[in-house]
């Protein structure tokens, strides 16, 4: 057996001990690599479905490539002084990507319909028609759609180009649907910062094999002395230590290689065993190999480097001064272990801190999104907010309540190849649950407007007054905004850009009344007994006919999104009725109760002690008068109706005019003489009441409609749609045609009405949802208020309760729900690497103190020699690595202040659009002094382990080994 084989073949125990230290440092970087990838797969794999279908980019107006789709658009200004984007779309265009037609003359816009607009542009002004268009498209409904004929007339500013690109990340432009490309530019980022960070794994393999084989060299100095003797050039001595350490290497990168997919499943398994939600594939993928197979191969040629540079001491000069005896001094400051050792401590520890300031960074800086103080309502069973839509009225609700509320649209996109988020929200409420502030400019006040982060507008290299070209969420959209503010706030919220909520509800694909997800600032807190269904209004007739019945109206919500079911106990008086109904999940449904109403009076009903309403109860007989004009011309007779109190007409009942009496018909009807100009009293008296109306004679009343509103129900809560009812009547001997207009809040209605002499209708308008406050609804006719009320909407208190009872509310934040359901719960893939690290480091500081431990052996003999115990030995070490590991901790922390530095100047340091801070937090400074002085005592005391409880004579004389043929191995 040649000396070159006993050199490559025979190992001893540190040899293997090397090689579990090397497979340790491989381990960590298996696992980190496989952690990553899978983390970074699971959203990609969310959203794969969600491919673009082509690219966009807004040009100069010069600027028209022949080949693509190009629409010109031109800025514009209305004549209410207002700034608009009209944009023209060929007739070709409609055949891609769900472009809107041009109509044939004019415009068309998503929300708005005018008989004629006036716009003017640089060029010039266009008047004419605008047409609604109802249908969602490509492009905002806030944009004016025209031909580009009609565009250049106005004057082409810009021009905005479609291309048909798989590209999911362009390096210009925007993809139309961006979620895949904002995960795939990511992915790319995050594999950039981890592996720039975990490579400095590939020095600690340096490290252990340089310390081991220099410890194999020193062992074998006499082989070394023999073979330079007897013939071996120094080229084959560095060339055998080269091969003995690359096999070593590779030995240990086939185990690490093992380890690392092992440990990371173990964690895995552990962690679905004790309940964390996770579902990554922890598998050696393609994509990791890419990743780790060069990583090996040069991992093997650091260690094939490390060995020659080990040797390199054994052929500098002649055999005749090497010695075996190359033990030296007691170094200064220390008794046992050598200050050499603190170069390679430094080097492992910086390593181990540059990942725990970065793993640290990630995570505190998602901590203020992905942990909050207050709720979160998003749909129940989605699997990503940008699958959930909430109810907008969940908000108003809410803040009626006097809780901050926030109702928000979670958006991703792409620029220019950088990925980002967007957050669609009114700046206030968003500013309200966020501690956020305003730094520079205003608040965004239109669609075409949004406020930047000031990290992001740092990432983005934009500023206030730049505009932006955005592409859809998950949906085919584009969009053009401009940043009017910039804010600040805590964490990664400071790196989004904040849309105005129709912006975002575009470019998402929501309709306006639906968000993804409404934060708020404090929990939502229900109990056992709450149930997720709530009662959201109960209406009834302000009067009802005594020993009757009378109809209960009565509306629920389901806010759970399962099938629920519930009870409606409805009393009046000692009247009482209940019903079970069964809603669907997200139901909200109008039932009809009938209570018996007993004696005259005024009574209450009350449904489930949560409504209540007051009604007056009245005899069957009591008369009314309707259809009495409040104003006629002198002369007139206007036809009048007189009623009981159930509907049933009065006939042959004297109706009083001041001084006259007339009889009614067999109808209930009869015409009033009104006379001449005053003001007339109209009295019917009957057995059991009497009925009043005025009518004020003058020679400028008009012959008009009676009209009167009522809404329906009278006391509508921010959760509920109230509708107007409008009766027209005809009270006179001409027939009517009239436009009539309802005006309420947020909801204008015209209709044109044609009545017959007595004919009467009901007109009846939906209102929108409205917070809390007071409302008016105006009835005009022909331009003039005929008739007007008012009603009040009120909170529901009832409202946080059911929804913190229906599942729809968790605590943390929307980011907190997108980590959750994309890669599991956060913390396995934080433990797994913080412990993969930790394995690490004490690998490769164990090495290092082995080698010094190693290189003191005939010390350590004479100490135990003249009487030392094991324990004083140990104590000597740890005082020796105590004073390294301090010195290599101070030094290593600030290495790696340096490094985490360098990343984030190089661009290393942003992650999804979110940038990481390069300054640890200083319980994580702490944190990493601790743990390096820890873990550099912790490897001491494993190096000189083995030492211990050796024989002195073995420790001087290094005789404790076997041997096979004639060479020493452990």
Request: hydrophobic share 40%.
């Amino acid at each position: 057996m040649n000396y070159r084989h006993a050199l490559i073949r025979r190992w001893s125990r540190r040899d293997r001990f090397a090689v579990l230290l090397v497979a340790l440092t491989v381990a960590f970087l298996t696992g980190s690599t496989l952690l990553i990838v899978a983390a970074s797969a699971q959203p990609i794999g969310l959203a794969d479905q969600f491919s673009s279908s082509g690219t966009a980019t807004v040009l100069d107006a010069n600027d028209t490539p022949e080949d693509e789709l190009t629409l010109p658009i031109a800025t514009a200004t209305r004549a209410d002084g207002v700034n608009v984007t009209v944009i023209g779309v060929p007739a070709t265009a409609t055949e891609s990507w769900d472009v809107p037609p041009p109509p044939d003359d004019g415009f068309s816009h998503g929300t708005d319909s005018a008989s004629s607009v006036q716009f003017n542009g640089e060029s010039g002004s266009v008047d004419a028609a605008v047409q609604s268009r109802t249908d969602r498209t490509l492009l905002p409904p806030q944009w004016y759609v025209t031909t580009p004929e009609t565009v250049a007339e106005l004057g082409t500013t810009e021009t905005l180009v479609l291309t048909d690109s798989q590209a999911e990340v362009p390096a210009t432009g925007v993809p139309l649907q961006s979620v895949l490309g904002f995960f795939l530019a990511g992915q790319s980022q995050l594999l950039a910062v981890m592996g720039a960070v975990v490579s400095g794994g590939a020095v600690l393999v340096a490290v252990t094999v340089y310390s081991v084989t220099r410890m194999s060299v020193r062992d074998r100095l006499e082989t070394i002395r023999t073979a330079r003797a007897t013939g071996a050039t120094p080229r084959t001595i560095l060339g055998t230590f080269a091969v003995r350490a690359a096999v070593l290497t590779a030995t240990g990168v086939t185990l690490g290689y093992a380890l690392g997919v092992i440990l990371p499943n173990i964690a895995l398994s552990v962690a679905v065993f004790f309940g964390f939600p996770t579902a990554l594939n922890l598998g050696a993928t393609s994509q990791a190999l890419v990743v780790l197979l060069p990583t090996y191969v040069g991992l093997v040629l650091i260690g094939a480097f490390a060995g020659i540079f080990a040797a390199w001491s054994t052929v500098r000069g002649p055999p005749s001064q090497l010695s075996a005896t190359t033990e030296g001094q007691r170094p200064s400051g220390l008794i046992l272990l050598d200050w050499r050792t603190l170069v390679p401590t430094t080097a492992t520890l910086s390593v181990f801190m540059s990942v725990l300031f970065v793993v640290s960074a990630l995570t505190l800086t998602a901590a203020p999104v992905a942990t909050t103080g207050g709720s979160t309502i998003s749909e129940p069973g989605t699997a990503h907010p940008i699958a959930s839509q909430v109810p907008t009225e969940y908000a108003d609700a809410l803040q009626t309540d006097g809780i901050d509320a926030s109702a928000e649209v979670v958006g991703f996109a792409v620029v220019d190849g950088q990925p980002f988020l967007t957050r669609g929200a009114d700046y206030e409420s968003f500013a309200a649950v966020t501690d956020a502030t305003l730094e520079s400019g205003r608040m965004h006040n239109s669609s075409g407007e949004a406020v930047i982060g000031a990290s992001l507008a740092q990432t983005l290299d934009v500023e206030v007054g730049e505009t932006l070209t955005l592409g859809g969420s998950d949906t085919n959209g584009v969009t053009r905004i401009t940043i009017v503010g910039t804010y600040t706030a805590p964490g990664a919220y400071e790196d989004q850009l904040l849309l105005s909520l129709p912006a975002a509800q575009h470019l998402a694909g929501l309709s306006t009344d639906t968000v993804n997800v409404i934060r708020t600032d404090e929990t939502l807190e229900g109990s056992e007994t709450t149930s997720s269904v709530s009662v959201l209004n109960a209406s009834t007739p302000e009067r009802a006919v005594a020993n009757d019945t009378v109809p209960v109206n009565v509306t629920l919500r389901n806010h759970d999104s399962n099938e629920r079911s519930h009870t409606v106990t409805a009393t009046l008086g000692d009247e009482r009725v209940e019903n079970q109904i069964t809603l669907a999940g997200g139901e909200q449904r109008t039932v009809q109760l009938s209570l018996p109403t007993g004696d005259p009076g005024s009574k209450t009903i009350r449904v489930n002690d949560e409504t209540t309403q007051s009604i007056t109860i009245v005899d069957p007989e009591t008369p009314r008068l309707s259809g009495v004009p409040a104003e006629a011309p002198p002369g007139s007779e206007p036809l009048i109706t007189v009623q009981t109190a159930t509907g049933e007409p009065l006939a042959n009942t004297p109706v009083t005019i001041d001084d006259q009496t007339v009889e009614t018909g067999s109808d209930g009807q009869v015409r009033l003489p009104v006379g001449s100009d005053g003001t007339r009293e109209v009295r019917v008296t009957t057995e059991q009441a009497t009925a009043t109306a005025t009518i004020n004679v003058t020679a400028d009343a008009e012959r008009e409609l009676v009209t009167s509103v009522n809404i329906v129900p009278a006391s509508p809560t921010t959760l509920t749609t109230p509708t107007a009812r409008t009766t027209l009547y005809n009270p006179w001997n001409e027939q009517l045609e009239r436009t009539v207009s309802i005006n309420g809040p947020g909801t204008t209605e015209e209709v044109q009405v044609q009545l017959a002499p007595g004919e009467r209708v009901e007109q009846r308008t939906t209102l929108s949802r409205q917070p809390a406050g007071t409302y008016e609804v105006r009835v005009e006719v022909a331009d003039t208020v005929s008739t007007q009320t008012s009603y009040e909407v009120s909170g529901d208190d009832r409202t946080a309760a059911a929804l913190a009872s229906s599942g729809y509310t968790s605590s943390g934040g929307s980011l907190d729900q997108a980590i959750e359901a994309a890669v599991g719960n956060i913390t396995l893939l934080l433990v797994a690497l913080g412990g993969l690290a930790a394995s690490m480091t004490v690998g490769g500081l164990s090495a290092s103190m082995a080698r010094a431990v190693h290189a003191r052996r005939r010390t350590i003999g004479i100490h135990r020699a003249v009487g030392a115990s094991p324990r004083r030995i140990l104590r000597m070490v740890l005082r020796d690595a105590l004073a390294i590991g301090a010195l290599g901790t101070v030094s290593a922390f600030i290495i790696s202040l340096l490094i985490v530095r360098l990343l984030s100047i190089l661009g290393f340091l942003t992650v999804y659009g979110i940038r990481i801070p390069p300054l640890p937090t200083r319980s994580v400074a702490v944190l990493a002094l601790i743990t390096g002085v820890g873990l550099t005592l912790c490897s001491a005391a494993v190096a000189v382990g083995s030492l211990l409880y050796q024989q002195p004579t073995a420790l001087l004389t290094g005789t404790n080994r076997a041997t096979t043929g004639g060479e020493p191995y452990d």
